[in-house]
């Protein structure tokens, strides 16, 4: 009796396994608790101190004076050792006041220096008639040169000397003239900008050929061209705490859901950063899951899609100095959307979206799989393709992982390569190293035939995703899925997506599950998952979002 | 109010709790199902067996239902001392997580032993579990809500390629093993009714899951739903296996659904063999079946002393391990899969009858309206 | 070997041994032998194994059985000897370089130990997942029960039930040898049984679980005879299993597995050759579609079962000379003609079934629990006795429906 009950005691190393089973997620999760600490107090600098989105001028250099000369020299010794920034002094006709103004080379508009401020008040002036009037105070002057003599459209004043260098270095030109209070801070940046042009990351066949340009100006003019719509919301703050940049939040007022528009303010203003360069700098200072592989804001160049997502109830930012705009909330779904299926009809656009869907499987899974049956299960794969494969690896050194990691590892660098050669060079440079490297290393004997075709099918299924960012997600989680293959085989396979799956129902994005509205099942809006459905069955925002106003219609 | 409360964020639908149901329910008997039952019944009738024993699940289900919606926003462990006083509450609690507990184990260790058979022979039985258990404990974690979320997840996945499956064994499909019908009377069917209650198991997370539902009125639609998917697989897998392996065949194999599978090859399509697709689902039904035990007990404890949820999570782990680890081989894993079946067809299938006939007369809990 | 390129070597060592410390299971697929067909023979070693034995390389055992594994591709010297020095010397047949298989044979008392027996002479271990046909030796099948001989093989994890089981009449090692190059022997038999749909002389191919659950359900039952000879094989006849010794008893012909067809209306194809009335010329007809109904009839304690046959089909041969054209009534004529010879053949079949070797094969048992299951189960255990002596009554129809492409 005891001897039975004593045999099913269990041994040491069951006992010891049984205290790595709960000691080592313990320790993972202090590991990543403590990363993701590390992350956010290293961040917080100032923690209890939100920086506002306007940030007030604390300039301490006080006012102009309003005497030409001691102004003039203050502006010279502060900005003018500059070697771009100009000075030139002339006087206004009729009344002789003398006057200059500063500009930065290259930045201002000379075009409109010249013609319309050196030449009315240098060729035209104050006619004797509006002398007296004119004259008659430093005021008076100033609203009759305002008036009469600048015919330009971006006019400021000031009287302050931070914001007028501030101004002038950013593409003003400003206007001293003897015996005005003020300083007149004309026109804007004309620094060189591109033109608009087709979007280079995301190329559709059909649809608008037009995409964002670093000019924030510019892309809110594009959003309102192609949203022309009262309810557009645009507001502005300025981030950077050092470099400041504008930014737009733009959303649909009666559309988006009050909450998620405060949730995104909220966490803008606690940006904390000197200068952000692009809106991936916003991506990342905002998003919620920093340690996921997953990417939780959409970039896109295209403003078509800015407004399908605005008119989704999702909300857009906007920045200066890139064409890149960020949409959010994001969810899976849209990763592997490309505005091409709705301009396509229903049917060819639901094949597109399902043949993406298995490219991105495959992306993610072919080489795992492909060890996994090689090295694990050869049991599990028809018996003529098992014994063409035994023919095609005789002679093969490795076994199936690293031969796997090797053929992976150099088409992501020949990748890497391809993207920042010129444009001349690129394909020639895939070609070589797609064809003859990969010829060369089968006849060489390193790696079989088949894996090259696996690699090869992988590497292309890779480039149908339409969000680039999204494709650098699969490439990664490829690594890590043929990594468990190797150890698990098909197993470690399985265990690897049900990972995955459990980390993208667990990850949100801005209040928003990640995998809505795939699940949970609401058959409304599985209408744009795998399949789109016809226009005229979508007449209903997706519910996930909350959407003030559910019907597409209005 | 107390720390083991249920958060408003981490509520489900009524489709996530028929969700919850269907994958908690399939679990290791689709497998072993056809021999179970056709050894107890003898005949290949046992197909009238399944349904029956559908519809006494969906009854023992409706019962829990209706002694849940009683007691609204909470489970069993906290409404159960309002109806029998403390102490028999704490035994009844305990035997419930007990049970829950080493339903888990015993799927891990089929899971193990599948596994380590067909897939991984040579691979440690602690490499396989070990990363199903943290990959489960991950997921636990998230609370209820992602795990429903993932269980939505893994049903389409299983039904498609459980069907694309099962039908394709309609190749090796034998009419003829099926016949006669009732051949040798009702009392062979009565016999296999119990072996066929096992797998059924699982409308009892409705202890649970009926205190999450935002709309606590449909859990009825949500146990005949988390009832019917079951049945419909069941009786597809214990009429294709019949069909394809004859009640003599089924009788021999240890498990006989993969078997049927590995009893065919298709040429030309491409995997040839599909036993793999039936391993991928049912591992992944495990590991749902897994996961949900895992929470209940541990919510069973967090419960019971009020205490928050996370530490019995990761406590539980290494509970269900060694539990898992006792049985010396499969026979004894079967041995004790039967034992805790017997136990919890009456603990599930009884007590919610006794609870609610004693919360009728001693009048507790809310009106069901 | 520069220094360099050593270091570059472990380098690349230490990572493989990180990462191969983590696969307990991994085997790659080219460092495994595919075994695509499995013979069993009675004990008779081969001149390798006699050799070998004579050198003290023997280890005790009573030599039960003779163990014939089919591997396929061979490993011959085929990529400038990378792929690990060729052959390895099978006894039973030496490798040439055409073939496209070896067969490797062992003898000994437990098949499960033949077969980790060969992991002591090649340097590959063999995998049984891809095993496709099992042929048992006529003679082994008749000593022991089939039962101890696939009792390994049914357990195994990694043989599949879908394998296929012939009976050969002689050795199972000529079974599986050929002298076509560039065929294997394994997937020729599993070929050959697809032809199905073209030959009604041919049983419906009976895999492992079918063998499995037909040796459960204690009925006898029929396997698929392979004749050999001159290393060529035919599919002939078949080899009667008895239900309780699960041993070879007997065999039927071809044509009393024609016979076997129609009764079981399973005809598929084939051709049905007799002589027409005028003249004794050869006339063929070519079933489409065959229906058989086995109609048991119980009275008081008798019992005598009732065989229905339809077929349909077309005239295919016509030798007759001079021609006769294809009226109604000559149609008719010949369809008799059909009838009688299909006769001939259940006739035959039933005779063998009932008299000579007392196996009920053609699903009589079958229909009789389906229609009277009580009855079944008190005669079920002398089934057989019973049968041998069951009036059996059958009549035949046949439809010529056409006269295919010709109308002469």
């Given at each position: ?60 250099s006080g006012p102009l004076t309003g005497r030409y000369d001691t102004d003039l020299s203050s502006v ?16 206004i006709?009729?009344t002789?006041n003398r006057a200059a103004?500063v ?31 004119a004259l008659r105070s430093s005021d008076s002057l100033q609203k009759y040169i305002a008036n009469?003599?600048l015919?330009?459209?971006?006019l400021n004043e000031t009287s302050k000397l931070q914001e007028l260098?501030?101004s ?6 400003a206007l001293l003239v003897e015996g005005i209070q003020g300083v007149f801070l ?369 | ?369 | ?408």
């Amino acid at each position: 009796m005891w001897s039975v009950i004593l045999s099913y005691i269990p041994k040491w190393t069951i006992l010891v396994q049984a205290l790595l089973l709960v000691v080592i997620p313990l320790l993972l999760m202090a590991l990543f608790g403590w990363i993701r600490k590390a992350i956010i107090s290293g961040y917080a600098l100032h923690p209890n101190q939100a920086s506002p989105p306007i940030k007030e001028d604390s300039s301490e250099s006080g006012p102009l004076t309003g005497r030409y000369d001691t102004d003039l020299s203050s502006v010279r010794a502060a900005i003018g050792y500059n070697a771009d920034v100009r000075v030139r002094e002339f006087t206004i006709r009729g009344t002789e006041n003398r006057a200059a103004i500063v500009y930065v080379d290259g930045l201002s508009d000379v075009d409109i220096i010249d013609t319309h401020l050196i030449t009315p008040l240098m060729i035209h002036g104050i006619p004797d008639t509006d002398q007296e009037t004119a004259l008659r105070s430093s005021d008076s002057l100033q609203k009759y040169i305002a008036n009469r003599l600048l015919p330009v459209s971006k006019l400021n004043e000031t009287s302050k000397l931070q914001e007028l260098t501030r101004s002038v270095l950013i593409g003003q030109t400003a206007l001293l003239v003897e015996g005005i209070q003020g300083v007149f801070l004309i026109g804007a940046a004309q620094g060189k900008v591109r033109n608009v042009e087709e979007p280079l990351s995301e190329a559709l066949l059909r649809g608008p050929r037009i995409g964002f340009t670093e000019k924030l100006e510019d892309n809110m003019g594009l959003l309102r061209m192609q949203g022309q719509n009262e309810s557009l919301i645009m507001s502005q703050f300025e981030v950077g705490n050092r470099v400041k940049k504008n930014m737009i939040v733009a959303y649909m007022q009666d559309i988006a859901d009050p909450r998620l528009v405060d949730e995104v303010h909220s966490r803008i203003q606690r940006i904390d950063i000197d200068d952000p360069l692009e809106s991936g700098y916003i991506e990342q200072l905002i998003e919620d899951n920093i340690l996921s592989p997953f990417p939780q804001l959409q970039n896109t160049e295209r403003p078509d899609r800015v407004i399908a997502s605005l008119l989704e109830g999702r909300v857009a930012i906007l920045l200066d100095g890139t064409p890149f705009a960020l949409i959010l909330p994001t969810t899976f779904s849209m990763l592997l959307q490309s505005p091409e299926d709705y301009y396509e009809r229903w049917i060819p656009g639901s094949f597109v979206r399902i043949l993406r869907f298995l490219a991105a499987m495959l992306a993610l899974l072919a080489p795992a799989l492909y060890i996994s049956f090689i090295s694990f299960h050869p049991g599990l794969i028809p018996t003529k393709l098992a014994l063409s494969i035994i023919e095609t690896r005789q002679g093969v050194p490795f076994p199936s992982i690293i031969e796997a990691l090797i053929m992976e590892i150099s088409i992501e660098i020949l990748r890497e390569a391809g993207i920042r050669l010129p444009k001349p060079i690129g394909p020639a440079m895939g070609i070589v190293g797609g064809l003859i490297i990969g010829d060369a290393a089968v006849n060489a004997g390193i790696v079989s035939p088949f894996l090259v075709i696996v690699v090869a099918v992988t590497a292309i299924s890779s480039f149908t995703i339409p969000v680039y960012s999204a494709g650098i997600t699969l490439r990664i989680l490829r690594f890590a899925a043929m990594l468990i293959a190797g150890a698990l085989g098909i197993y470690g396979v399985i265990m690897f997506f049900l990972l995955i799956c459990c980390h993208l129902v667990r990850l949100k994005s801005f209040g928003v599950p990640y995998l809505n509205p795939l699940i949970p099942y609401r058959i409304i809006d599985w209408k744009d998952i795998l399949i789109r459905a016809p226009l005229k069955v979508m007449k209903k925002r997706p519910y996930m979002l909350r959407p003030n106003d559910a019907d597409r219609r209005n | 109010m107390n720390r083991a409360s249920i958060s408003a964020e981490d509520k489900i639908t009524t489709s996530q709790a028929a969700v919850i149901i269907i994958n908690y329910t399939l679990g290791s008997g689709v497998l072993t199902l056809p021999r179970t039952t056709v050894e107890a019944a003898q005949t290949p009738d046992v197909w009238l067996s399944i349904i029956i024993s559908g519809i006494i699940v969906t009854a023992a289900g409706l019962i829990v239902v209706l002694l849940c919606r009683r007691f609204q926003g909470k489970t069993l462990f906290q409404f159960v001392p309002e109806i029998t006083g403390k102490w028999l509450a704490w035994i009844l609690s305990f035997t419930v997580i007990t049970v829950f507990l080493v339903i888990s184990a015993v799927q891990i260790r089929v899971m193990a032993e599948v596994t380590g058979f067909y897939l991984l022979d040579g691979t440690p039985v602690w490499a396989i579990v070990m990363s199903f258990m943290w990959i489960g404990l991950y997921l636990t974690l998230g609370g209820i809500n992602c795990m429903a979320r993932i269980y939505e997840l893994i049903l389409p996945i299983t039904l498609i390629f459980f069907l694309i499956s099962f039908l394709l064994s309609t190749k090796i499909f034998n009419i003829d093993y099926l016949r006669p019908v009732l051949g040798s009377g009702i009392m062979p069917v009565l016999r296999g009714i119990k072996p066929a209650l096992f797998p059924f198991t699982g409308y009892e997370i409705m202890l649970i899951a009926t205190a999450y539902m935002k709309m606590p009125k449909k859990a009825v639609k949500a146990v005949l739903a988390g009832t019917t998917v079951p049945l419909f697989i069941y009786l597809v897998t214990i009429i294709m296996v019949i069909g394809g392996l004859s009640i003599y065949g089924v009788q021999t194999r240890t498990w006989p659904s993969l078997d049927l599978l590995r009893s065919f090859e298709m040429e030309g399509l491409i995997f040839e063999r599909f036993e793999s697709l039936l391993l991928v689902i049912w591992i992944m039904q495990i590991f749902s079946t897994f996961t949900v035990t895992h929470y209940a007990a541990s919510l069973g404890w967090s419960q019971l002393f009020n205490k928050s949820l996370k530490p019995f999570l990761f406590a539980m782990l290494p509970v269900i391990f060694l539990i898992a680890m006792v049985p010396k081989n499969v026979l004894e894993v079967f041995k004790l899969g039967d034992i805790v079946g017997n136990i919890s067809i009456f603990l599930f299938g009884g007590v919610p009858l006794l609870l609610l006939l004693i919360s009728m007369v001693r009048k507790k809990g809310g009106n069901p309206n | 070997m520069s220094r360099h390129v050593r270091r570059v070597l472990l380098a690349a060592a230490s990572l493989l041994l990180l990462i191969s410390t983590g696969c307990w299971s991994a085997n790659e697929i080219e460092d495994v032998t595919v075994s695509i067909g499995l013979g069993l023979d009675t004990a008779k070693e081969s001149a390798f194994e006699k050799e070998i034995n004579e050198q003290g390389a023997h280890y005790p055992k009573e030599n039960v059985i003779t163990a014939t594994i089919q591997i396929i591709p061979p490993i011959n010297a085929k990529k400038g000897g990378q792929g690990g020095g060729g052959g390895g010397g099978g006894g039973g047949s030496s490798p040439s370089s055409e073939k496209a298989y070896l067969n490797e044979q062992l003898t000994g008392d437990s098949v499960i130990q033949i077969f980790r027996q060969f992991s002591l002479r090649r340097d590959r271990p063999i995998i049984g997942h891809h095993l496709k046909v099992i042929v048992v030796a006529r003679e082994l099948a008749q000593k022991y029960s089939l039962e101890q001989i696939f009792d390994f093989i049914l357990r195994d994890n990694e043989i599949r039930p879908s394998c296929l089981v012939v009976v050969s009449h002689r050795s199972a090692l000529e079974a599986l040898s050929s002298e076509e190059p560039g065929e294997i022997p394994a997937l020729y038999l599993l070929g050959v049984v697809n032809n199905r749909y073209r030959s009604n002389k041919i049983l419906p191919p009976v895999s492992l679980i079918k063998l499995d659950s037909a040796m459960q359900s204690g009925a006898s039952f029929l396997l698929q005879n392979v004749v050999t000879a001159k290393d060529e094989h035919k599919f002939s006849g078949a080899a009667i299993i008895k239900g309780d010794t699960k041993r070879w008893i007997g065999e039927l012909t071809q044509y009393d597995i024609e016979g076997l067809s129609w009764i079981k209306g399973d005809v598929v194809g084939g051709a049905l050759k007799t002589y027409a009335s005028r003249g004794s010329y050869t006339i063929a007809y070519e079933p489409e579609t065959s229906k058989a109904s086995i109609i048991p009839e119980v009275s008081g304690d008798d019992i005598s079962f009732h065989i229905k046959i339809k077929t349909e089909g077309s005239l295919i041969e016509d030798w007759s000379f001079p021609e006769v054209p294809s009226s109604p009534q000559y149609i008719h004529e010949l369809e008799g003609q059909f009838e009688e010879e299909i006769k001939k053949q259940i006739r035959q079949v039933l005779h063998k079934m009932q008299k000579v070797y007392h196996v009920d094969v053609g699903g009589f048992g079958e229909q009789l629990k389906f229609k009277y299951p009580k009855r079944w189960r008190k005669l079920k255990e002398r089934w057989e006795d019973i049968f041998s002596h069951v009036p059996i009554t059958y009549d035949v129809n046949v439809t010529i429906k056409d006269v295919a492409s010709s109308t002469d």
